[in-house]
């Protein structure tokens, strides 16, 4: 019997589709994640209108995959997960978290995180994930800690918040 990844009796992970858009217009413009995602302009509706269109939704093509993180029992939309920066020959990506603000904290990330790198390590094969968090981010540092991810170093200044330098935690999971 086969396994079904991306899926289970609470949420579900699918491809970006084209009604989308709003709601990722909405998430890559909240300034409040620009400091985390390195987005430093707003994106408009024709840039992400363009980016859905030309996803393969195929992370060895694309070097990246989104997915959108959906509540089983009424298909609202969570948030987004993705791998970014993929590297085939070494096997690794970033992966990154959005849940969006009137849903955090219900468990919707940890489990979107479980799913995610399930079918990294099991459907795909990739030998490990990484991801960058700040060191104020204590939810997010609780996340990563709780799903398996180990702190593999500290990056002194890496980031600039609210005009002040923030040391940065690198976790890693390794399949």
Known sequence: MNKQFLANEILYLRALEPEDLTALYEIEN?????DVSNITVPYSKFVLRQYIEASQSDMFADRQLRLMIIRSTDNQLLGTIDITDFHPLHGRGQVGIVIKKEFRQQGYAFQALDLVCDYAF???RIKQLYAYVTA???P???????SKFETAGLLKKWVVINGEFQDTY???RIN
Do not use: R, T, Y
């Open 30 to 34: 909240d300034p409040s994640l620009w």
């Open 140 to 146: 997010s540092i609780q996340l990563f800690k709780s």
């Open 170 to 172: 690198i976790f890693q």
């Open 122 to 124: 099991k459907f795909l």
């Open 136 to 138: 104020n981010n204590e």
